[in-house]
Nanobody, 124 residues
Framework: QVQLVESGGGLVQAGGSLRLSCAAS????????MGWFRQAPGKEREFVAT????????YYTDSVKGRFTISRDNAKNTVYLQMNSLKPEDTAVYYC?????????????????WGQGTQVTVSS
């Protein structure tokens, strides 16, 4: 497993942007698929975006396509989520996840390592 620490959450008005970062420990970061998931109050945690070990394959949930971009920098052991055109319904705690699997499998099943989460609040 890897240790994951998210940052970059905050309060933003609708239409604004935020960039989340997730720093991973360990020397094998480049062997992991990475992902972002979110949990809104009273709801189940849901998949947002995943990225393959080399960044070549990405998946997004339909509600964020065209607005969010997942990327990674294996030299910095960091994965990012650029969020543009934010909507109040994007309000949630956002979690970073890692797993030695495919990005597609991770989108369906989550990861085996999780960060502590970072709050994103979008006001209308």
């Amino acid at each position: 497993q890897v240790q994951l620490v998210e940052s970059g959450g905050g309060l933003v008005q609708a239409g604004g942007s935020l960039r989340l970062s997730c720093a991973a420990s360990g020397r094998t970061f480049s062997s992991y698929a990475m992902g972002w998931f979110r949990q809104a109050p009273g709801k189940e945690r849901e998949f947002v975006a995943t990225i393959s070990w080399n960044g070549g394959i990405t998946y997004y949930t339909d509600s964020v396509k065209g607005r969010f971009t997942i990327s990674r920098d294996n030299a910095k052991n960091t994965v990012y989520l650029q969020m543009n055109s934010l909507k109040p319904e994007d309000t949630a705690v956002y979690y970073c996840a890692a797993d030695q699997t495919t990005a597609q499998a991770m989108a369906a099943h989550g990861g085996d390592s999780w960060g502590q989460g970072t709050q994103v609040t979008v006001s209308s």
